[in-house]
């Protein structure tokens, strides 16, 4: 019980903080731009790519639709162009895959995240910016390989963990 009291009064003074910090509306007027880099991909199996990324973030009209275009090879072979949709609250955002698929978004701590499931594969995806760069990092577990622990009591409640696929990352400095 102490653990838990402990944990929810760091997560407030963290919560704090991040507001205190960045305020809620930088996105997307402090994102907008293009942004470029290149993605390092390992995986668990030792598989490793380096490959040429862009990220471009441009409001429309309104700051309730933003384009959210993602860019993967040095001749733009695979160019993912999506929007992001404000939600209800100032925190919440749609990304939009414009195909049937929308995944809900937070900004939070100036971070964008998203965590969602595709094929078996749970994938969690965090853009970050820090002065004039976005840092983005991509994690992928394997849904389906559940590795459950804990007793199920209150001392020693049931835990479910994920076995690590790949981890992406990229720096990606402005191209204003």
């Given at each position: 019980m102490k653990n838990r009291i402990f944990l929810f009064a760091l997560f407030?003074?963290?919560?704090?903080a991040a507001q205190a910090q960045w305020p809620e509306n930088s996105f997307p007027k402090n994102w907008e731009g293009s942004w470029e880099g290149r993605v390092e991909y390992t995986t668990t199996l030792g598989m490793n790519m380096d490959v040429y990324s862009a990220l471009?973030?441009?409001?429309?009209?309104?700051d309730d639709t933003v384009s959210f275009t993602i860019v993967y090879g040095e001749d733009s072979?695979?160019?993912?162009?999506?929007?992001?949709?404000?939600?209800?609250?100032?925190?919440?955002?749609?990304?939009d895959e414009q195909n049937g698929i929308e995944i809900q978004s937070y900004f939070i701590g100036n971070?964008?995240?998203?965590?969602f499931e595709v094929q078996?594969?749970?994938?969690?995806?965090?853009?970050e910016l820090k002065e004039k760069e976005v840092l983005m990092q991509m994690f992928a577990y394997d849904s389906k390989e559940l590795f459950e622990s804990g007793l199920g009591t209150e001392e020693?409640?049931?835990?479910?963990?994920?076995?690590?696929?790949?981890?992406?990352?990229?720096?990606?400095t402005s191209k204003k």
């Amino acid at each position: 019980m102490k653990n838990r009291i402990f944990l929810f009064a760091l997560f407030l003074i963290v919560s704090f903080a991040a507001q205190a910090q960045w305020p809620e509306n930088s996105f997307p007027k402090n994102w907008e731009g293009s942004w470029e880099g290149r993605v390092e991909y390992t995986t668990t199996l030792g598989m490793n790519m380096d490959v040429y990324s862009a990220l471009h973030v441009q409001s429309s009209t309104s700051d309730d639709t933003v384009s959210f275009t993602i860019v993967y090879g040095e001749d733009s072979a695979d160019i993912r162009e999506y929007q992001m949709i404000k939600g209800e609250e100032d925190y919440e955002w749609i990304l939009d895959e414009q195909n049937g698929i929308e995944i809900q978004s937070y900004f939070i701590g100036n971070q964008l995240v998203n965590l969602f499931e595709v094929q078996g594969t749970l994938i969690m995806a965090m853009y970050e910016l820090k002065e004039k760069e976005v840092l983005m990092q991509m994690f992928a577990y394997d849904s389906k390989e559940l590795f459950e622990s804990g007793l199920g009591t209150e001392e020693s409640p049931e835990v479910n963990s994920y076995y690590l696929l790949s981890y992406s990352r990229a720096i990606m400095t402005s191209k204003k």
